[in-house]
């Protein structure tokens, strides 16, 4: 069975610094892999999303995500935060080009706190 | 863009009562979901459905029931409510095949509380 854990609970980062959220997943072959962000009382909206080819890839809102095979990880970044990148985000594993369209699995998420 | 309208963002109900929770998307996906979102525990897949009148159990289908009647339309129904159903639910959707089948787009949510 697929899994994703989203070490993180909680970040807190300095408005203008750097933020790297960690995930790492669990599957038997390649996944699909995707970043969402859900802002409070909002449902989930589309970061970004990999599906094969360059392993890093760009989203929305500044953010990238790097694909690392041996690490089995999707780490999302972004340079330089924003007060509005406060807000709870979810990384998630698809079954890939051989599975079934059944859903994603979500880790838990991460609630990134920004600090003036 | 694709719109998944959920038209109840708050409900208060009983413990007992039935419940129905309504999903309309406009762009005619094929696949429709239904997750309960709980802090700490991220996003768990209630059921699904890829057809009209189909439906597939996912992670936590236990006191659950939809209904897909139409291909635009998906509704959560819990039979009878208990405490333990007080939840966000997040309904999705995605296209039938390939790789759009993994990208969901999801609604503003429902936040449950059952008293």
């Known amino acids: 069975a697929q899994s994703v854990t989203q070490p993180d609970i909680h970040i807190t980062v300095s408005e203008g610094a750097s933020l790297e959220l960690r995930c790492n997943y669990s599957?038997?072959?390649?996944?699909?892999l995707f970043w969402y962000v859900q802002s409070p009382g909002q449902g989930l909206q589309l970061l970004l999303k990999?599906?094969?080819?360059?392993?890093l890839v760009q989203g929305i809102k500044g953010f990238e995500a790097e694909f690392k095979r041996s690490q089995s990880s999707f780490n999302l970044r972004k340079p330089s935060v924003h007060w509005s990148d406060a807000a709870e985000y979810f990384c998630?594993?698809?079954?890939?080009?051989?599975?079934?369209?059944?859903?994603?699995?979500f880790g838990k998420g991460t609630h990134l706190i920004i600090q003036p | 863009d694709v719109k998944v309208t959920q038209s109840s963002r708050y409900l208060v109900k009983r413990t007992g009562e039935k419940v129905f929770l309504e999903c309309v998307q406009d762009?005619?996906?094929?696949?429709m979901f239904w997750y309960r979102q709980d802090p700490g525990l991220g996003l768990r897949l209630i059921y699904f459905?890829?057809?009209?009148?189909?439906?597939e159990k996912g992670d936590i289908p236990e006191g659950y029931s939809v209904s897909r009647e139409k291909k635009e339309r998906f509704s959560l129904i819990l039979e009878s409510a208990s405490t333990n159903q007080t939840s966000m639910y997040l309904c999705?959707?995605?296209?039938?095949?390939?790789?759009?089948?993994?990208?969901?787009?999801f609604g503003a949510g429902s936040r449950l509380t059952v008293l």
């Open positions: 599957y038997g072959a390649t996944p699909y």
């Open positions: 990999y599906f094969s080819g360059d392993t």
């Open positions: 762009m005619d996906h094929e696949n």
């Open positions: 999705a959707s995605s296209l039938f095949g390939g790789a759009g089948a993994n990208v969901l787009t």
């Open positions: 998630a594993v698809g079954p890939g080009s051989g599975g079934g369209a059944d859903g994603l699995t």
């Open positions: 459905s890829y057809d009209v009148k189909m439906k």
